[in-house]
């Protein structure tokens, strides 16, 4: 039975290996993909998925939508790889077992606070984030919890996260868009209370679902106002350079339409290397499609 249990064990071992170790199983790092999905749109990637045979996979629910954005230097729009974590409601004891209207407990309440924020529902999660990180955090159901805050995002953009995803679970909401801190999320499931007698981490760097969408650590994750769209990494160079294709052929169409019209030239019709030579220069096929 034993060895059974090793085996199935080791079946699994491969997907979450490339996924932690930022390289999938045709051997294309990180660094490749983030260049590859650098300024991509949600609808390319969209068409893209169902071009490779992915037709409505991966698009989250258009309620995970942009807590803020600015449409002049699209500050709101990301591309990243998914680092996940899933919260969820606590099923221990929501008070430290002492009467908190008592002043003469607050160190009682201190010692509780410090063991549920460092122990039960801390951030583990952190030490994988790295530049071009998003965080996909899966905090269903998590007892009003405000799981991020204008604080602690601030310390995962430092470390190199690019924008979260969230079920829900986000408060501080007027600093994170003062901020400017990309968030998609839930808006009315957004929290207010904070961790402590509310949720736990349950996961870190396993699968997880928000909005509707399956997503692995690894995985490309694209965000704009259109929504949110996961490409599994397993298919995620193919359908970056079909991605990037259509957005080379948007841009000329809309540059000419532009010219035609008398538009002030903008940032989104600026020209993009020919598709070829760029997939060359990243040592991808010139043609994903051969």
Known sequence: MKKKLLFISLLFLPV??????????????DEVLLELYRGARVADVVDAMATAGYTGIGIMQPEIAPLWKDVRDMSHRFSGIAVTVRYG????????GADLT??????????????WYWRISDEPFR????????????NRDDNDTGSTGSNNIMDWQNR?????????????????????????TDYYKRGRGERIGRNEVIDVQRP???????????????ADTDGVVVVPRRVSVRVGQIAYMELVDDIEGRRKLYEKLGMEPDETIAPREEPAAFFRSLGLPPDPNR
């Open 208 to 222: 997880v679902v928000v909005g509707g969408a399956l997503v692995h650590p690894g995985d490309i994750v694209v």
């Open 89 to 96: 409601p606590t099923n221990r004891p929501m008070h430290p």
């Open 16 to 29: 979450y290996f490339f996924h932690l170790n930022g390289q999938d199983e045709t051997g294309v790092t």
């Open 127 to 138: 030490e994988f984030i790295k530049p071009g990180t998003v965080i996909v955090m899966d």
């Open 160 to 184: 190199g996260a690019v924008g979260l995803v969230s079920a829900g679970g986000v408060r501080d909401i007027d600093e994170i868009i003062l901020q400017r801190n990309p968030v998609y």
């Open 102 to 115: 008592d002043p003469s407990n607050y160190e009682v309440y201190r010692q509780w606070r410090g063991n």
